[in-house]
């Protein structure tokens, strides 16, 4: 393999691993802040449980999400240095405000959080798990900030060879970047939804023939992570119709990539699924079941608007971004040969469904679950806890499908030409792989990923220990003096222990 595929792979393989903690820590860090929002203002000692059981596998997530994403910051100098130098001008900002500000504020809040239980006043104590949480968002935004301007160049001129930032705040309200924000947001709601579902109802079906209270736990857990994947899923649906319309605009190959659209249409046809090989660009062996002129309006909302086809959008990418990669040694086996516009379409077609299919999945699972446990009811089924189980994997999947489909239907730009300015700003991936050796990628790539699949067995091993333990493995014994007096009044000790 080259230089370049290995490099591709290791940061695949290290983003998606890594992104499979950041949305639970996102959309859990605000779920279990509105647990203890209820907590203050109730007094009620279920919401404090809710609080102190959710908060501990929030910590041992967030903990590990630490880890893995010092990784991807340093492999931009590993594997992609030529691509640093390149826009490191425009693309370092929001990487800077997201270390400095966002990662800053979280970890100043977190650690107030942590161990401010019984030394702070509550209602401080719950202002830092707010800034907690609010700053994982922020530090969301200023990380799609980066990558939206790789998308979709803009707040930047071409100068001695390379994009140099001319407005910040156009790169901060990047109208990509405004509408991936949302739609990140409520698919890492849908992640922390089912993550509660699923290990609630697992939680539920196990004091299924106790009458302990407890239950009233796992009950309220179970139903506010149900109607948060419920919401979350519509949310999903109507900020990814905003994307697609952006997507249209922007990077019409991967419109075309999305559908396996060879050729132009109009109206155009939105694919459900398709018989064949579709990766064959010219559509001779694949039939498709299809719903007429539902592409146009996901384009343009209208039922009428023309959709380019690959065939036709290859012409116009060679027209405008050249036949053949530059005569360039540091490309390799690349330099001087003809440049393959279209992207890997089995990953670009079946991801976008992927993405779609397990989102929905999820929220459908939700919603059975409520079903089954309406009035006070409890499944006396062994099917019931391991479909709740399974179902926390669904919007882990379709969240890593819509990355993957996002980042590999832009191939072969690293980052995509602005269709209506910022001329010379785009660059291809071929060119951004730092110049070293298939030895030292291999190296890096083994090492990594032997080390994640470690931390994977930690991660699922220390959150399993902690769902068994159930609420009692997380709250503190009170003091003997302080019995009867609210539970509030804990052991010091026994707090930092906790957490």
């Not at 639970?24 to 109730?42: E, H, K, N």
């Not at 319309?245 to 075309?256: N, R, S, T, V, Y």
Request: glycine share 8%.
């Amino acid at each position: 393999m080259e230089v370049l595929d290995l490099a591709r792979w290791q940061f695949g393989i290290t983003t998606v691993y890594h992104f499979l903690m950041v949305p639970l820590t996102i959309g859990l860090s605000i779920l279990v802040a509105g647990m203890q929002t209820a907590w203050v203002r109730t007094g009620n000692e279920r919401y404090l449980k809710m609080t102190k059981f959710w908060g501990k596998l929030l910590l041992v997530n967030f903990a590990m999400g630490v880890v893995t994403g010092i990784v991807q910051e340093f492999q931009f100098g590993m594997n992609w240095s030529a691509y640093s130098r390149f826009v490191g001008d425009v693309f370092g900002a929001p990487l800077a405000m997201e270390g400095l500000v966002a990662f800053f504020v979280e970890s100043t809040f977190l650690g107030l959080w942590i161990f401010g239980w019984d030394r702070l006043p509550k209602r401080v104590h719950l202002a830092c798990v707010w800034a907690f949480s609010l700053a994982t968002v922020a530090s969301a935004y200023f990380i799609l900030a980066a990558n939206s301007w790789m998308q979709h160049p803009v707040g930047a001129e071409f100068v001695d060879g390379k994009p140099t930032m001319t407005s910040i705040w156009a790169v901060l309200t990047n109208n990509t970047a405004l509408a991936a924000i949302p739609h990140t947001i409520a698919g890492t709601f849908s992640v922390a939804a089912a993550f509660l579902v699923g290990i609630a109802a697992w939680r539920l079906w196990r004091k299924r023939r106790e009458q302990d209270e407890d239950r009233q736990v796992w009950r309220s857990s179970l139903k506010l992570g149900a109607w948060t994947g419920v919401v979350a899923f519509a949310a999903l649906a109507i900020t990814g119709d905003v994307q697609g319309k952006l997507m249209f605009e922007q990077q019409p190959m991967k419109m075309a990539s999305a559908e396996a659209l060879c050729h132009t249409e109009q109206p155009a046809s939105f694919s459900i699924l398709a018989v064949g090989d579709v990766r064959d660009a010219n559509c001779e062996n694949v039939k498709t079941f299809s719903v007429p002129a539902l592409l146009s309006f996901l384009a343009h909302n209208d039922f009428d608007t023309e959709v380019k086809g690959i065939e036709d959008l290859v012409g116009e990418y060679q027209e405008r971004y050249g036949t053949h990669y530059p005569d360039d040694p540091a490309l390799g086996e690349l330099a001087g040969q003809p440049i393959d516009y279209v992207p890997n379409l089995p990953v670009t077609y079946w991801g976008f469904r992927i993405m779609i299919g397990f989102g929905g999945l999820s929220a459908a699972f939700g919603v059975l679950a409520l079903w089954l446990t309406r009035k006070d009811r409890i499944p006396d089924t062994k099917w019931f806890p391991r479909a709740a189980l399974l179902s926390i994997a669904t919007p882990f999947i379709a969240n890593s499908a819509g990355w993957i489909f996002t980042e590999m239907g832009r191939q072969p730009f690293v980052v995509v030409p602005n269709p209506t300015g910022v001329d010379g700003v785009w660059m291809f991936t071929a060119q951004a792989v730092s110049n070293v050796s298939t030895g030292e990628v291999w190296t890096s790539l083994i090492s990594l990923t032997a080390l994640y699949a470690v931390l994977a067995v930690v991660e699922v091993y220390l959150i399993a220990k902690y769902v068994r333990g159930g609420v009692e493995g997380v709250m503190p014994p009170k003091k003997p003096d302080d019995e009867g007096e609210g539970p509030d009044k804990t052991d010091d000790d026994a707090l930092a222990f906790a957490y």
